[in-house]
């Protein structure tokens, strides 16, 4: 028989591996890459402690021309499920270089606690505490900021309208192909009934009161056209619109894109735009 370190609890094949004695494997987003001088763009990038739960957080500076010149703050969440891949990750290291030398903002990218070591809502309250970190670090004149990918973007927008952050001003967000799910199947996901969520109030913006209560002024959902995630992006999109919030909506369909081209492929005309409308006006 074998023993308990042996046996598997829970597998997503190729991508994480949970065995019986809670030690975890993860098969897919491994790699990592160090906080540094980017040789190609000329960004540097550093590490920052924020709290001694070992969060923690990338961030990236641009090139100055004008060292008086207020920076847009643009606060990132990475991607991967709530459970793989981090701030270390080559393919987000790559894009917030390439990103910031683009749009010149100032980047800090948020490095959370994963699943299923420390399960939700874990993650969203270690991003919480760096935007609180950066709030208590501001030099309280309402620094303008933003954020970009997915559903913890969505969870810490919620959280500004019912705390005070004295040190920034949150004018927007970006939705980038976030996920979101629910109990209640839309579009495509009717087609498979195993992708509903086990943590539906968590996962589901239906399930939240607060909806219309986002504290900022706008909103920008990105849409891929062959993303697995686009009925319930869109979704969000129509579910915030009648909500009641009063901010400014808007919504960027990529046709013929897939989950994350920008990622996998930042200079494409596509990802470039989403680029230009990336921060508010």
Not at 91 to 109: E, Q, R
Not at 128 to 151: C, I, P, T
Not at 158 to 179: A, D, Q, T, W
Request: net charge negative; hydrophobic share 40%.
């Amino acid at each position: 028989m074998a023993s308990t370190s042996d046996q598997v609890a829970l597998e997503f094949p190729s991508i994480i591996r949970v065995y019986k004695d809670g030690r975890v494997e993860r098969l897919f987003g491994t790699d990592t890459v160090p906080a540094s001088l980017d040789p190609h763009t000329g960004i540097h990038s550093k590490d920052a402690i924020v709290s001694i739960e070992n969060i923690s957080a990338h961030l990236y500076l641009p090139k100055l021309t004008n060292p008086t010149h207020k920076l847009p703050l643009l606060i990132y969440f990475h991607g991967g499920g709530f459970c793989f891949l981090s701030v270390f990750s080559p393919i987000y290291h790559n894009y917030l270089n390439h990103l910031v030398s683009m749009i010149d903002v100032l980047v800090v990218s948020v490095n959370y606690r994963k699943a299923p070591e420390n399960p939700i809502p874990v993650a969203y309250d270690d991003s919480w505490a760096v935007v609180r970190w950066l709030s208590d670090h501001g030099n309280g004149g309402g620094a303008e900021s933003g954020y970009a990918d997915g559903n913890i973007t969505h969870k810490v927008a919620i959280r500004v309208m019912s705390e005070n952050l004295f040190g920034l001003k949150l004018l927007g967000i970006s939705l980038v192909h976030p996920y979101f799910c629910g109990m209640e199947p839309v579009g495509e996901e009717k087609k498979d009934l195993n992708r509903k969520a086990g943590v539906d109030r968590l996962v589901n913006p239906e399930k939240d009161t607060n909806l219309s209560g986002l504290g900022c002024e706008k909103v920008l959902v990105c849409v891929a056209e062959k993303d697995i995630l686009r009925d319930r992006n869109w979704w969000y999109y129509e579910a915030l619109g009648k909500s009641g919030w009063k901010g400014e909506l808007e919504v960027m369909k990529a046709k013929g894109k897939d989950h994350v081209f920008h990622l996998l492929d930042p200079p494409c005309e596509e990802a470039v735009a989403m680029l230009d409308r990336l921060l508010p006006s």
